[in-house]
Antibody, heavy 118, light 108 residues
Framework: EVQLVESGGGLVQPGGSLRLSCAAS????????MNWVRQAPGKGLEWVSI???????YYVDSVKGRFTISRDNSKNTLYLQMNSLRSEDTAVYYC????????????WGRGTTVTVSS | ETVLTQSPGTLSLSPGERATLSCRAS???????FAWYQQKPGQAPRLLIY???SRATGIPDRFIGSGSGTDFTLTISRLEPEDFAVYYC?????????FGPGTKVDIK
């Protein structure tokens, strides 16, 4: 079964760090375009970052320099390292797969909640 | 950054009616890089349409995507009870791969 399972969310103080993980099963992370998308409480979807099959990475401006997307091929896992966290980063974070550059995000995890608060 | 604007914000319809959702982009988007998603409360989004008009695997043919350039449309030909949800458009032509603010389709 094709599946994504996120973990690593929690409560963190402003300025703190968290690393989110997204374990994939049923497909190979490195052969797909992998995304992080977040949703603040009661708000819409916001695309955060993507890693291409080539390893190229892209970010929304609000997280550039603070977040880093990466993957571990041996563990078939996607990561999002989040540093210098702000209250506005509070959201449910989803990882999602795009099977290729032309396809939308067809497989999603259930999400992990990040709360940034003192 | 390509800004997507969706209209209307809320669409109140009855089962069996036709729903027409609009998404307008602030600059031209390659139609191969345009998608629609459905999200229900407490659930992750679900891909409906990619490439502006291609249905994702398992999506019923009552969901129809169209458009190009800056204007895109999602039509639900006859609303089923399970179609009442929030719908988002997304462009993945140029980074950041922005979403629209969403259109809520609720029961009249």
């Amino acid at each position: 079964e094709v599946q994504l399972v996120e973990s690593g969310g929690g409560l963190v103080q402003p300025g703190g760090s968290l690393r989110l993980s997204c374990a994939a099963s049923g497909f190979t992370v490195s052969s797909n375009y992998m995304n992080w998308v977040r949703q603040a409480p009661g708000k819409g979807l916001e695309w955060v970052s993507i890693i291409f099959t080539s390893g190229s990475t892209y970010y929304v401006d609000s997280v550039k320099g603070r977040f880093t997307i990466s993957r571990d091929n041996s563990k078939n896992t996607l990561y999002l390292q989040m540093n210098s966290l702000r209250s506005e980063d509070t959201a449910v974070y989803y990882c999602a797969r795009s099977r290729d550059r032309l396809y939308g995000m067809d497989v999603w995890g259930r999400g992990t909640t990040v709360t940034v608060s003192s | 950054e390509t800004v997507l604007t969706q209209s209307p914000g809320t669409l109140s319809l009855s089962p069996g009616e036709r729903a027409t959702l609009s998404c307008r982009a602030s600059e031209s988007v390659g139609s191969r890089y345009f998608a629609w998603y459905q999200q229900k409360p407490g659930q992750a989004p679900r891909l409906l349409i990619y490439g502006a008009s291609s249905r994702a695997t398992g999506i019923p043919d009552r969901f129809i995507g169209s458009g190009s350039g800056t204007d895109f449309t999602l039509t639900i030909s006859r609303l089923e009870p399970e179609d009442f949800a929030v719908y988002y458009c997304q462009q993945y032509d140029s980074s950041p791969f922005t979403f629209g603010p969403g259109t809520k389709v609720d029961i009249k």
